[in-house]
Nanobody, 115 residues
Framework: QVHFVESGGGLVQIGGSLRLSCVAS????????MSWFRQLPGKEREAIVD????????IYDDSVKGRFIASRDNAKNTMYLQMNSLKPEDTAVYYC????????WGQGTQVVVSS
């Protein structure tokens, strides 16, 4: 049974930072390419960064490139997203899943960026 638990979201000021965590279980985490997704208000959920199984390479969407940093700790079955220079446009629910997502999603973690 695949489970994802996202955490670390909250209310943050424009220009601030947050670090999100995702703990995965029920899968061979170390062998999976993983992604962070977000769902903006009124929009479809979409991937914003893909990271290889070893964490040696990551591909970022242009909307977050240069501001967000994805990483992973396979020993802890955990993936991270360091978010810097946050903008109101980053307000969304953030999720983690495999690059090709499993049908099961976590509850996500809400990020709200405002003044």
């Amino acid at each position: 049974q695949v489970h994802f638990v996202e955490s670390g979201g909250g209310l943050v000021q424009i220009g601030g930072s947050l670090r999100l965590s995702c703990v995965a279980s029920g899968l061979s985490f170390s062998s999976q390419q993983m992604s962070w997704f977000r769902q903006l208000p009124g929009k479809e959920r979409e991937a914003i960064v893909d990271i290889t199984s070893f964490g040696s390479s990551a591909i970022y969407d242009d909307s977050v490139k240069g501001r967000f940093i994805a990483s992973r700790d396979n020993a802890k079955n955990t993936m991270y997203l360091q978010m810097n220079s946050l903008k109101p446009e980053d307000t969304a629910v953030y999720y983690c899943n495999a690059l090709i997502p499993f049908a099961v999603w976590g509850q996500g973690t809400q990020v709200v960026v405002s003044s």
